[in-house]
């Protein structure tokens, strides 16, 4: 898949949740592998903040970057609304310091992004695939949030709360293509013994009863409803039975529980890549879901660059005999089993090491290490099937060494390996020549990286 930018600029306006100043935050296309970036231009030099999981600086009613003095708040909904898109690129500019609550859901923005349409760009899509478990526990709040390996995306949340109103409730999103219709509309929610510690912190002077679900389900008297609803200087309401006292009934049933969703949506989104994988949350907040977005960013930069997935099941894209339809190489030198993926830009190669390899009776007899010059030659061979792939009557052509660039080894290759190749070319084919990036995994470990320029030429 390739990554996704808006094929124009939208604009949203409303108060802040917790300014309660009227914001306006303009969505623009940017360019490929830009990410998601929030810039406050209502500020001198205009400073611009990537939205990642180590830039949140606050959770408390909302998700906050920050760099610096300079941050903005509640962008979860926005984030949700990007992700559930597939847009991979984007700038958004705010004047102010938060994101517009509008009706307290992504509803506007995914209507916004879906009416606009989005364009795909050059650049292939960075997936971070998860291959293990993955988990945070809060066990003083019993929240906890744990990944899955999947070959897709999709969430289970669910919400517990002591009340009588709003007790379990379970929410799922099992296809991103159905954020839009299923999950955006849903609307944050506050309890009415929540308002009073809010409104003296300043969190929501541009909160009422129409950009949120005020759930009342512990008795209140009618003079102190009333003095919660001057304090927030909203309509008075006359509420007589537990229930939700907003003037819009709720689009469903599980409405806070599909919310809760959305919030886990939009700050799973600050690892800054999309993810495959199957994330189960038990009663989230953005505390632990940023919490866990910052764990997963650590798990992206540990790894470096991430291992193709390698499932020796899967029906391979090219056998031994497409290979030797496309290389000339033969034994002892073809040095490609197969290979399992391919694209217009990158392909994935493996090859299983055995004892038997000619090269182990030499390098050594006591110690089997498969040489490095070999490496590159087989990172070589799985490029030019990339190549040759692409061409005409690929028995006409061979591929030729020009140059080998920042070649490195990290890890011994010995009998039993399996090695997995990662070729992707750094720029477009020009006259006959490629120029590539090629890495050797074993696992999940690079043990070997190196790049080259080939000429493509005629056979005699």
Known sequence: MKQRTLKASFSVVGKGLHTGLMIEATFNPAPENHGIK??????EECPVIDAVAENVVATD????????????????????????????????TVNGSEIPILDGSAKDFSQKIYEVGYEEQKEDKDFYIIKQKIEVRDDSTGSSIVVWPDSEFSIDTMVAFESPVLNNQYATLSNLD??????SASRTFVFVREV??????????GGDLDNAIVIYDKEVPQEELDRLADMMNVPRKKVSEFGYINNSPLISENEPARHKLMDVLGDIALIGRPIKGKIIATRPGHSINTTFAKKLRKEIRRQELQAPSYDPNMTPVMDINRIKQLLPHRYPFLLVDKVIESGDTYIVGVKNVTVNEPFFQGHFPQEPVMPGVLLVEAMAQVGGLLVLN????PERYSTYFLKIDNVKFRQKVVPGDTLIFHLSLMTEIRRGCAVMKGYVFVGEKIVAEAEFMAQITKNK
Do not use: W
Request: overall charge negative; proline content about 2%; aromatic content about 6%.
């Open 196 to 205: 009073e510690p809010l409104v003296k912190n300043n969190l929501i002077k």
């Open 178 to 183: 159905d954020f839009k219709d299923n999950i």
């Open 390 to 393: 692409s061409v005409d009557e």
């Open 61 to 92: 009613r909302g998700t906050v970057i920050g760099r610096g003095q300079v941050y903005i708040s509640t962008i979860e909904h926005a984030m949700a609304a990007l992700y559930a898109a597939g847009i991979d690129n984007c700038l958004v």
């Open 38 to 43: 929030f810039q406050r231009i209502d500020l």
